[in-house]
């Protein structure tokens, strides 16, 4: 069969192979580092979600008295926290206030920058290793590159920012 001039469109290619090579030896981050930046991020996206809520009921809904409760349930619940980890992963190239203070970044396997859609998927990703009853989570454990579902979900990984630092400006430039 003769080669046609787009064959190489319908043919697959390793797009992340220098990718993959200019993260090759980076420091992964350890479990402690990686819970210690998850928490932070819960308990500032709770600061964030509680007076929307509580405006949204009082103002909009007009209910006289707000009983707030966390419930994934909620559409107003899931919208804010994945807004907030999205947000916060894309403006800070995968370092939420979380993963600063924890010393951390998740980094692109596949661009040297956090994308839009990866922050997004991500932050849908952190939902996806709770409803798995925390499964999700404790892959970390078993996996070669330290992974988690968030992070299979958006092909990223989390590097400790405290080890190499000079590598890690350089991949996330």
Known sequence: ??????????????????RMQALEGLPLAAFWQ???GYAIDLL?????WVPL??????????????????DFH?????????????????????QTP?????RTRAMSLTSDR????QS?????????????????????FWDRNRMCAQDRLAETIVVDVRKRSKDLDASAA
């Open 74 to 94: 909620e559409p107003g619940n899931i919208v804010v926290m994945v807004l907030y980890w999205a947000v916060c992963n894309y403006l800070g190239n995968g």
């Open 114 to 117: 956090l994308g839009i859609w």
């Open 1 to 18: 069969m003769k080669d046609k001039p787009d064959a190489p469109r319908r043919c697959f290619h390793m797009h992340e192979t220098v």
């Open 120 to 140: 997004v998927e991500r932050a849908l990703g952190y939902g996806a290793a709770v409803l798995e009853g925390g499964l999700g989570f404790v892959q970390f």
């Open 53 to 70: 809520e509580f405006s949204f009921r009082r103002y909009v809904l007009h209910q006289i008295q707000v009983d707030l409760k966390w």
């Open 34 to 36: 990686r819970l210690l």
């Open 98 to 102: 979380g993963k600063w203070a924890a």
């Open 44 to 48: 500032l996206a709770l600061l964030v």
